[in-house]
């Protein structure tokens, strides 16, 4: 009899789509879709299918089309509500296109006009109220489109004084109608502009530091984006684990030097996709695991089905590895050889005082026997790649 499959995932872990990730159709700038376009409902129907997801995500336009009418935005939602009845699925995150409509050309909160940065914060304001209605509680911000072509046609200290307007009046209209929204803020370099602004999540930690309620906005990073930007992403969810700004993520994966891949988790860099899972397992996250990512092109529907499980799949064999890592004694020896405290040290460099400046001042250091000190880090790497291979 087949052993039980340990990496079966339930809603219990988290994991959710957004719309337009299993109901990407396909198409790229080459080349014109290869699935059928599905409705909202359908894609709620086929994450039903999929089986194991806790929720489903949508930009406001993925929703309702920006210029359906009253009537038909009422269909969409009650047929898009009955399918989240039938499946069971929840809607952790709603965010606005800002990005797709050609108002946008010349971004949204950053726009040169006015009138336009005016109608990027009212769009907001009503998607706010689309994913109010259900249910969600975080909020991502993506400034697709928000950016340059040419460094002479935007003065980047004006456009990043005109984001952090719209982000001041979003962060009161959030209080004003009491929605309770986490805004996340998500960076993306150099794509599909040629000069994003906030390229990296670490330009969003400043940022967020200048607002008028810090409190309120966090990060989404994305796996792919700082992949595209050359940064470790294990590195950059550290910062915002450590910034307490980890509102929410995006998984996938990337190769490096490469357009926004979009691929599925742990479809590329298992040494990430691992590293990732122990800090999120070890840190305790307990927010959506949102996989923004599609299907390859190539994909027809049983595939994105395969897709959408083989990524919750890969996230449940890494917990696995993680646990075995966590678990392993020579791993664990080999850290803690690694890892040298001292507390006479600890007692006059951690907190100053002018006592502990003098008696800092007045130590004398061993500098050769410092150098001297081993750090196994070929062995402690080759454990990894024995543990992540199997062979362990
Ligand atoms: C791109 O990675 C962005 C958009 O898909 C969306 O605004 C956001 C939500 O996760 N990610
Ligand atoms: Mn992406
Ligand atoms: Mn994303």
Known sequence: MARPDRFVPTPKDKFTFGLWTVGNIGRDPFGGPTRPALSPAEV???LGEV???????????????????????????????????????????????????????DGAFTSNDRAVRAYAIQ????????????????????????????????DPVQAALWFRQAMDFLCEYNLDRKFGYKFALE?????????????????YLGFIAGLKHP??????????HETMAGISFVQVVGEALAAKKLFHIDLNDQEPGRFDQDLRFGSVNYKQAFFL???????????????????????DRADVIEFARGSMRSWKILEDKVAQFNADKEIQSLLARIVREDAALARISGKFTKGNAQALLNYSFDRQAMTDRPLPYEKLDQLVFDLIMGVR
């Open 277 to 299: 899972a122990k800090l999120l397992i070890d840190y305790g996250y307990s927010g959506p695991k949102h996989f923004d990512s599609h299907a390859y092109r190539s994909s």
């Open 44 to 46: 709620v129907d086929l």
């Open 123 to 154: 769009k907001t304001m009503k998607a706010m109220e689309l994913g109010a209605e259900f249910g969600a509680k975080v909020y991502v911000f993506w400034g697709g489109r928000e950016g340059t072509d040419t460094l002479a046609s935007k």
């Open 51 to 105: 089986g194991g997801v806790y929720g489903v995500n949508f930009h406001d336009n993925d929703l309702i089309p920006i210029d359906a009418s009253e009537a038909q935005a009422g269909r969409i939602k009650q047929e898009f509500q009955a399918a989240l009845k039938r499946t069971g699925l929840k809607v952790p995150m709603a965010t606005t296109n800002l990005f797709s409509d050609p108002v946008f050309k």
């Open 187 to 203: 960076a993306k370099p150099n794509e599909p502009r040629g000069n994003l602004f906030f390229p990296v999540s670490g330009s």
């Open 215 to 224: 409190e309120m906005v966090g990060l989404n990073p994305e796996f792919a």
